[in-house]
């Protein structure tokens, strides 16, 4: 069975600082793994996602993560923070082809501090 | 434009009601999914179908039924078996080829009154 572990519910950091938002996954097979943003009372928004190739992957509103087959992570980061990421962020994994059910962590809150 | 339709986006239920979700998309898209989100717990899911007329349980499925008689459709109804129905409930759908991504409902928030 697939899981994903969020470190740290809540995360704050300055406006201009690093975001560091860190995911673990499980899977028995080659995962798919994404990011989505939720702002309140919204749906979720896919961020970014990495499925096959390139292990580093950048998607919208300047954020990348990347995959380390090694450490089973999938780490969010952004290398600037702006007061509009201030939302709740989900790591998700599925099986991946012919198997998509996802499987989201428990979400992180990012507070930007002005 | 192609996307995902939930409606309500509020939704009262007094005890004892059943109350059925609306879930509508455009995307042709094979696999629907519904979620049900907590505070602190994420999203966990509730039902999911990949192909019209079939489903699947997901972790949190008692008190909850659906049906999926059109691609487009995937009614979510909470039941009166459903102890503690408040919550957000969010519908997504995907499709089933190699550059998959689910696409997320704007979400129906549900209180029981």
């Known amino acids: 069975a697939q899981s994903v572990t969020q470190l740290g519910s809540h995360v704050s950091v300055s406006e201009g600082a690093l975001v560091l938002l860190r995911c673990n996954y499980s899977s028995s097979v080659p995962p798919y793994l994404f990011w989505y943003v939720q702002y309140p009372n919204q749906g979720l928004q896919l961020l970014l996602k990495?499925?096959?190739?390139?292990?580093l992957v950048k998607g919208i509103n300047g954020f990348e993560a990347e995959f380390k087959k090694s450490e089973t992570s999938f780490h969010l980061t952004k290398p600037s923070a702006h007061m509009s990421d201030a939302a709740e962020y989900f790591c998700?994994?599925?099986?991946?082809?012919?198997?998509?059910?996802?499987?989201f962590g428990t979400g992180t809150r990012l507070t930007i501090i002005p | 434009d192609g996307g995902i339709t939930q409606s309500p986006k509020y939704l009262f239920r007094k005890e004892g009601q059943n109350v059925t979700l609306s879930c509508e998309q455009n995307l042709n898209h094979d696999a629907m999914y519904w979620y049900r989100q907590d505070p602190g717990q994420g999203l966990r899911l509730i039902y999911y179908s990949q192909i019209v007329n079939d489903f699947q349980k997901g972790d949190i499925a008692e008190g909850y039924s659906v049906s999926r008689e059109k691609k487009e459709s995937f009614p979510l109804t909470v039941t009166s078996a459903q102890k503690n129905p408040t919550a957000f409930y969010l519908c997504?759908?995907?499709?089933?080829?190699?550059?998959?991504?689910?696409?997320f409902g704007q979400g129906t928030r549900l209180t029981v009154v």
């Open positions: 990495y499925t096959t190739g390139a292990t």
């Open positions: 998700a994994v599925s099986d991946g082809f012919g198997n998509e059910k996802l499987t």
């Open positions: 997504a759908s995907l499709t089933r080829d190699r550059d998959t991504e689910a696409f």
